[in-house]
């Protein structure tokens, strides 16, 4: 996937209509029921937003346990979807590198919902 087409050019206003916020991953237990590895995973994006559930193929560089307590960055805004018995209300987000997929996150400790500029 890291050589992928760049996609088409958007507006600054269809990139503000992506809401991408920080949250704290709660609780992550492994997904032996989905078709490729995944971890099922509970992040907290603040009192604002609050947990919301997902699934993530992270498996090549993760384990539930190393999860825990780690900021992610994640995709509020879209429609929740049903990943076989999971329903998955947030996308978290990562970058591809040769074994895998790797999480992207804030640096340094920011609050849980802020939003990415």
Not at 35 to 54: H, Q
């Amino acid at each position: 996937m890291a050589d992928a087409a760049p996609a088409p050019e958007i507006t600054f206003d269809d990139f503000l209509k992506v809401d991408i916020r920080v949250g704290r991953v709660t609780r992550a237990e492994p997904f032996p029921e989905a078709r490729k590895p995944a971890i099922k995973l509970w992040v907290d994006f603040g009192p604002e937003i609050g947990e919301r559930r997902s699934s993530a193929q992270i498996t090549a560089h993760y384990t539930p346990e190393t999860l825990i307590g780690r900021q992610v960055m994640g995709v509020v805004n879209f429609p929740p979807r049903q990943i076989g018995p999971v329903r998955s209300e947030v996308l978290i987000l990562g970058a591809y590198d040769d074994s895998g997929v790797v999480l992207i996150a804030p640096d340094h400790e920011v609050p849980l919902g802020s939003r990415m500029m």
